[in-house]
C-alpha cells in the first residue's frame, strides 16, 4: 500500500539524485545524459506530489462498509 510516508521518502531519494548529478556535473556545459536524468528525475517528482494529494482526497466510498464482494472498494 502507498502511504505519504513512502511517497516521501521517494521524492527524497529523487532529490538526492538530482543534488548530486548537479554537484558532479554542475549548470554549465555537462554531458547530455544527465539533462535528461535531471529532467526524468523531476518528472517523477512531480507525479509523486500528484499521489500525495489524491491520498489526501476524501472518496464517498471511505465510508461505505461493502454490501458485495470482499471489503471496501
Known sequence: METKENIQAYIDRLQSDCERLAAQYGTGV?????????????????????????LDLESPCDDWSGGYGKGQL
Open 30 to 54: 555537462r554531458p547530455s545524459w544527465v539533462s535528461t536524468e535531471l529532467s526524468i528525475a523531476y518528472h517523477k517528482i512531480e507525479g509523486a506530489k500528484q499521489r500525495m494529494k489524491i
